[in-house]
């Protein structure tokens, strides 16, 4: 079956450290890949996509490679922002299975100035 | 921009009540999704809508009914709430299944808590 399995938080960075959220995927077919972040009180929203093998999705300075070979979309950025403090969620999506996701349970960041 | 709308941001009910959530896309997508969302469990889907009048089982229906008699709108229903059932409910929409899969875009949430 389809599964997303994403690292546990929750994560604490100092403000312009380097970040990597691990998430690995197991899937039937060939996916999708989404992050979406979710800001305190709010919805979920899309950050990036990918939707084939080594394509390299990217956004506000994340990005993320869709790697087939070892089957995960790490999300990396650079120099984080006290404002990127969020939830990331990491998700699939396949052809076959309609337009159902599936997540990962999320990963908190804070990052403190 | 596509916009989800939900009904309710916070409600407080009581154990045994109807409740209903309701949410409602601008976007004409045919796709609707309730989720919900608990900590270190991430979102789990309850119900989703590929039409008007059609709806399918997620990975946790029991204790929750939906309906959509209208493209836009896709209601969630506790038919009898519990307190297991205190959660943050989000609502979400895409475009139909062909060509894709698509991005799902979600609303706000409703933070349910049951008494």
């Known amino acids: 079956g389809n599964s997303v399995t994403q690292m546990e938080g929750p994560v604490t960075l100092s403000e312009e450290a380097f970040l990597t959220i691990n998430c690995t995927y197991t899937?039937?077919?060939?996916?999708?890949l989404f992050w979406y972040v979710q800001y305190p009180g709010e919805g979920l929203q899309l950050l990036l996509k990918?939707?084939?093998?080594?394509d390299k999705g990217s956004n506000k300075g994340f990005e993320a490679t869709y790697r087939k070979e070892t089957t995960s979309f790490h999300l990396e950025k650079g120099s984080v922002q006290v404002s990127d403090s969020a939830v990331y969620f990491c998700?699939?999506?396949?052809?076959?299975?309609?337009?159902?996701?599936?997540f990962g349970t999320g990963t908190s960041l804070t990052v403190i100035p | 921009d596509v916009k989800v709308t939900q009904s309710s941001r916070y409600l407080v009910k009581r154990t045994g009540e109807k409740v209903f959530l309701e949410c409602v896309q601008d976007?004409?997508?045919?796709?609707m999704f309730w989720y919900r969302q608990d900590p270190g469990l991430g979102l789990r889907l309850i119900y989703f809508?590929?039409?008007?009048?059609?709806?399918e089982k997620g990975d946790i229906p029991e204790g929750y009914s939906v309906s959509r008699e209208k493209k836009e709108r896709f209601s969630l229903i506790l038919e009898s709430a519990s307190t297991n059932q205190t959660s943050m409910y989000l609502c979400?929409?895409?475009?139909?299944?062909?060509?894709?899969?698509?991005?799902?875009?979600f609303g706000p949430g409703t933070r349910l808590l049951v008494l």
């Open positions: 979400a929409s895409s475009p139909p299944g062909q060509g894709g899969p698509w991005t799902q875009y």
């Open positions: 899937a039937t077919g060939y996916p999708s």
């Open positions: 990918a939707t084939k093998a080594d």
């Open positions: 998700a699939l999506s396949e052809r076959n299975t309609g337009n159902q996701f599936y």
């Open positions: 976007m004409d997508h045919e796709n």
């Open positions: 809508s590929y039409d008007v009048k059609m709806k």
